[in-house]
């Protein structure tokens, strides 16, 4: 019986290994990828005048009123910033700017939007290019600008709407 458990356990030490699970292991490689849209909100100001009418006919002085357009991008996001020629365009005369307000009973009155106090550069259809310095957002600077001289100018109320668009 001893000579039967020796060979029996010498049968299992020698096909043991044979009857073990063998592991095997593959490996592949998981991508992850990723991206950070540009994305853009535009807050647009409204504009109010106060003018009288001796005023706003009498040649030689601009009135100027500062106001802000509030940008908010990603980081970096490079952008086109434009302003249409509003609703009535220079209906006014050109001389007193690219825009123009319109009273109730047809009457203009002529007004400019610039990028700086000294209207030395005007927000146009054509645009003005942005890049996003944060994800802050940023104030950008317009400026309305009304000559006088306008004699056709009478006493009212006037609008006018301009579209701003920004395109990334």
């Given at each position: 019986m001893k000579r039967i458990a020796a060979v029996a356990a010498l049968v299992l030490v020698t096909i043991a290994p044979a009857l073990a699970v063998t592991t095997h292991k593959k490996t592949a490689t998981l991508t992850v990828k990723g991206s950070v849209a540009s994305t853009c909100t535009?807050?647009?100001?409204?504009?109010?005048?106060?003018?009288?009418?001796?005023?706003?006919?009498?040649?030689?002085?601009?009135?100027?009123?500062?106001?802000?357009?509030?940008?908010?991008?990603?980081?970096?996001?490079?952008?086109?910033?434009?302003?249409?020629?509003?609703?009535y365009g220079n209906a006014a005369g050109s001389q007193f700017g690219s825009r123009s307000m319109k009273d109730s009973s047809g009457d203009y009155l002529g007004y400019e939007l610039c990028h700086d106090n000294a209207c030395s550069t005007v927000w146009t259809p054509q645009g003005y290019n942005y890049v996003s310095p944060s994800d802050h957002g940023s104030s950008l600077p317009v400026w309305?600008?009304?000559?006088?001289?306008?004699?056709?100018?009478?006493?009212?109320?006037?609008?006018?709407s301009v579209t701003v668009t920004i395109s990334f």
């Open positions: 535009l807050t647009t100001p409204t504009f109010s005048f106060n003018i009288g009418v001796g005023y706003i006919h009498s040649p030689g002085n601009t009135i100027l009123k500062q106001n802000t357009l509030g940008v908010k991008c990603t980081k970096n996001a490079t952008t086109q910033i434009t302003m249409n020629s509003g609703l309305t600008r009304i000559i006088t001289g306008q004699s056709k100018a009478k006493q009212g109320s006037y609008a006018d």
